[in-house]
Structures are given as C-alpha cells and as structure tokens.
C-alpha cells in the first residue's frame, strides 16, 4: 500500500458545500437533507486540546484504516458510510484532488450523547482513575494491578461527549442508562465489547495491541444503532506493538500517545493555546501512524 502523499491540510474550507461545524480532527460539511460530507483533517488534539501543527497525511491515515475497519465489522453493526462517492460530490477538481482520500460521505444520523469506551488495560485516565479509586467508571478492578497490565476481561467505562475544549469525563453505566435508557445502554456495551473482542482479535495477529479503544455511535430514523465517526484509528485507540509490551511501563505506541509523552515533558498547563511541535515529533508521529495502517491493512 502506498505511503499517504498529500500536502498537509489543517483545515478545510471548501466553497462548493456549507460548513456545519468542526471538532478536533473532521470538518463536516452538508450534502444534502440526508448526507454529509467528513473530511478528516491533519489536526492532532492532546488532553482536549487542538495543537497548532499538522501531522500531514494523518487524515488520509485516519480515512483508510476507518474505512478498513468499517467493511470488516460490518456485520457486527451497521455504519454511517453512505454509497456516494466523494468524487461525485466535490465536483471542484482542487477540491476533489485535495481532500477525496481523506473525506468519506456519512448518512447523517442522531448521534447518542456518549462515548463508548473498551478498556483491556490498565492506562491513561483509566490509570488515574485506579490509583485512585481502585476503580474505573464505577468498574471494581483487583487490588495489585500495575500500570499497562492486561485486565482478565475488557471493561465497558463510557465518558461524556466533550465540546471542543473541555474535557470528556468517565461516568458510570447508570449515569448513560440515565441518558439511554437500559435497553439502548446494554445495546451500546454488548456491541462495544463485541466489536473490541473482533479487531483485538485481527490486530494482536499483526503484532498490535489494542490497549483501548471509544466509539461513537449514532440511531437511524427507525431507532436503529449505527456506528459513526472513527473506529479503531490511532486517534480512537491506544495501539502498541506486541513485540516489546511488558506491564509496568507505559509501553511504546503507535498513536498519539507520542505526542502526549513529549507533551508532558513541557511546562504546559494543558489549556488552549497548544504548544508547537518540534519537526522531530511531528515527523515520528507521522512514521508511527504510517506503520499502524500498514500493519493493519497490509
């Protein structure tokens, strides 16, 4: 598969179609009463926050491994992808040859106000959350566990949907059944944990971990679940290679946990506006999400 060649493209602005909105990575634009064009930008966001460099070709990265996962899960559950091409839609030739492999067009849907989230090790907030609680979202976890460590089941830890520059929050399965309703939240777990079961499956194959991973799911106009936005990208996952996990330590990844180590380093509080990123971290993160596509579609 060819490396993503593309100029890097922070931020879309296509005059052909009327903007909707933009979050961290997509800018959405209207179609039709029933179609959306996505396009998935070089954006990165750490802690919530939009830095002000691009990684670029990390949207066409980004496209390509969802679309990959979307036809492979399919019969798990139905996704937003529509059977328009992008082509027949940005009918601008720049337009087009800028953004095709990285747009797709979604059937727009009634997206569900959480984020579902599959934990099958212990890290990030999930860490925290344990130190702290010996819990996480509510979940009850075995005393002694260490840092990256596998837990003997995946866990379903769902958090709030954010607005730009705030911070998602983990919640508990009654706070969404509170949102959802019962019947809807066991849908929303039960899919989640199959959908993790099956790529963790087919990654752990190709030498990645899937760490964790969120979902972002939608209803029809019938009330049916749908899966949208992004699935198993390094945006919505934590991949590391399996060839050096060991627990203990954060283990090496190929997402943008990179970009938060580096981050980290900084005297940075975390809030708006970013810092920069040295050419170095830019072009590493490039390399490593190149690598997560290519191990994973072949």
């Known amino acids: 598969m060819s490396e993503p060649q593309s100029p890097a493209v922070y931020e879309s602005n296509l005059e052909s179609l009327a903007l909707l909105g933009r979050g961290k990575v997509r800018d959405i634009y209207r179609v039709d009463d029933e179609h959306l064009l996505i396009v998935a930008s070089d954006r990165i966001s750490a802690f919530d926050v939009i830095l002000p460099d691009p990684i670029p070709g990390k949207g066409i990265v980004l496209t390509r491994i969802s679309k990959f996962w979307f036809e492979q899960l399919a019969d798990v559950v139905p ?63 075995p005393p002694g566990l260490e840092l990256a460590e596998q837990l003997r089941e995946p866990i379903f830890t769902p958090s709030t949907k954010a607005a730009p520059g705030s911070h998602d929050e983990n919640i508990s399965l009654e706070d969404v059944e509170a949102l959802l309703g019962a019947e809807l939240t066991q849908q929303v777990h039960d899919v989640s944990q199959e959908l993790y079961a099956r790529a963790t499956r087919y990654a752990r194959e190709r030498g990645i971990i899937i ?8 209803l ?69 999400y190149v690598e997560a596509l290519e191990r994973l579609t072949g």
Do not use: M
């Open 79 to 141: 996704n937003h992808l529509s059977a328009i091409n992008v082509a027949d839609v940005l009918t601008d030739e720049g337009e087009r040859e800028l953004l095709q492999d990285r747009a797709v067009v979604v059937r727009e849907l009634k997206p569900l106000p959480v984020e579902a989230v599959v934990r099958g090790y212990l890290i990030g907030s999930g860490w925290k959350d344990y130190c702290a609680t010996g819990s996480v979202s509510g979940v009850a976890l």
């Open 211 to 218: 760490a964790d991973t969120k979902f972002e799911f939608g």
């Open 220 to 288: 029809d106009d019938a009330g049916r679940l749908v899966l949208i936005d992004e699935v198993f990208t390094p945006d919505s996952s934590r991949f590391w290679p399996l060839e050096s996990y060991a627990p203990g330590s954060s283990p090496k990844s190929f997402d943008k946990q990179y970009v938060r180590d580096y981050l980290e380093t900084l005297d940075w509080n975390k809030q708006a506006p970013g810092p920069h990123l040295p050419e170095v971290i830019v072009a590493r993160t490039r390399e490593k």
